[in-house]
């Protein structure tokens, strides 16, 4: 791609830096910055500065936060003894939406993966083994996603705290509500069956 | 979407301005920016700032530049009677891509579509239309896309030109090279058809 402008360019070729944006949508996206008011894009420069720089994450459950402690370890009606484990924010985002879990979270900030270079050690794992080891914690709730990553991140959690006696659980696989049987994939409907659930346990949701 | 943050809040608020960018992949794009080292982000933002404060627009062509007279309008081997209309820089980009066309250009930065609020006037046709008057011009080629507003901007434009002698045409319609005639659209193929052209012509390309 020839450009006629070298602030052009560079503009394009950062913007294009950013997953799943390749140079033509960063292009199309600063031609569209050019027609924005001059403070609008301050307004957003500041605004990815300002996050980069000033932002904190919990030193609790690693959540993103603007204070050290974040408002859902610090509030005290939260079930501080169940813990879900997430992979990143964006699980405790969604989880919270559901309004379905008054526990606490661990944000691993990944998962084990050896083909991306990312070890246990890279990841919050040991933080959380503490956690277990000093005894408050009854319930862990794996809730990655469920790949060959996921499942080995579970599982390296799981020997570490394997001594420890409390429950540990991973969220349901099943049908999405309301869906169709006959699209669905067959390990999951398999699992859906195998770990199937007392009619009357859906009678109270 | 709830956020822990008030800055993530608001830097995914900022980048979901943007075109073709909702919220949530404007969440993906904030937290990968989270990840990369803080100079990646200053580079990111400052060249955001510097484009839109600094960028220039050719006072002759209107297309992007860094100087006051931008690379083509100032070289003295392009044909200054040939002048290319386009809707934007993105179209003097692909046009120079192909290395086809040795005149100038002149970027309307838009088309009239009275449905988005954009008339005549808020677009580089009256630069056109003085330098018709001036002159110098011997041919016009609109190259704008072939929709209502399209057309509708190339009628206009040739409406305030007619009375002076110079060529207007437009750029060819036509069968894609290497498409398959089967698959084309009905106008594109009847178009193909009433404008067809010698075949001796083609044997120079």
Same mark, same amino acid.
């Given at each position: 791609?020839?450009?006629?402008?070298?602030?052009?360019?560079?503009?394009?070729?950062?913007?294009?830096?950013?997953?799943?944006?390749?140079?033509?949508?960063? /292009?199309?996206? +600063? %031609?569209?910055?050019?027609?924005? *008011?001059?403070?609008? $894009?301050?307004?957003?420069?500041?605004?990815? =500065? &300002?996050?980069?720089?000033?932002?904190?994450?919990?030193?609790?459950?690693?959540?993103?936060?603007?204070?050290?402690?974040?408002?859902?370890?610090?509030?005290?009606?939260?079930?501080?003894?169940?813990?879900?484990?997430?992979?990143?924010?964006?699980?405790?985002?969604?989880?919270?939406?559901?309004?379905?879990?008054?526990? /606490?979270?661990? +944000? %691993?900030?990944?998962?084990?993966? *050896?083909?991306?270079? $990312?070890?246990?050690?890279?990841?919050?794992? =040991? &933080?959380?083994?503490?956690?277990?080891?000093?005894?408050?914690?009854?319930?862990?709730?794996?809730?990655?996603?469920?790949?060959?990553?996921?499942?080995?991140?579970?599982?390296?959690?799981?020997?570490?705290?394997?001594?420890?006696?409390?429950?540990?659980?991973?969220?349901?696989?099943?049908?999405?509500?309301?869906?169709? /049987?006959?699209?669905?994939?067959?390990?999951?409907?398999?699992?859906?069956?195998?770990?199937?659930?007392?009619?009357?346990?859906?009678?109270?949701?």
């Amino acid at each position: 791609m020839e450009f006629s402008s070298k602030l052009l360019e560079r503009a394009v070729n950062e913007m294009s830096q950013l997953p799943g944006i390749g140079k033509r949508t960063a /292009l199309r996206l +600063v %031609l569209h910055m050019l027609k924005q *008011p001059k403070e609008q $894009i301050m307004s957003l420069s500041n605004a990815l =500065q &300002s996050m980069r720089n000033d932002i904190k994450f919990c030193k609790s459950c690693y959540n993103i936060s603007d204070v050290d402690l974040c408002e859902i370890c610090s509030n005290p009606n939260r079930d501080e003894t169940i813990i879900c484990v997430v992979e990143d924010v964006r699980d405790v985002m969604a989880i919270e939406n559901t309004s379905s879990f008054k526990g /606490l979270y661990h +944000v %691993l900030g990944g998962k084990i993966s *050896p083909m991306d270079g $990312i070890g246990p050690h890279d990841l919050n794992i =040991q &933080s959380l083994v503490d956690k277990v080891k000093a005894g408050i914690v009854n319930e862990l709730i794996f809730a990655l996603s469920s790949t060959m990553e996921g499942d080995t991140t579970n599982f390296y959690i799981f020997k570490q705290i394997q001594d420890y006696k409390i429950n540990v659980s991973t969220i349901a696989r099943g049908i999405s509500v309301g869906d169709e /049987l006959e699209y669905a994939d067959e390990i999951t409907l398999g699992r859906s069956i195998v770990n199937r659930i007392p009619f009357e346990a859906t009678l109270k949701l």
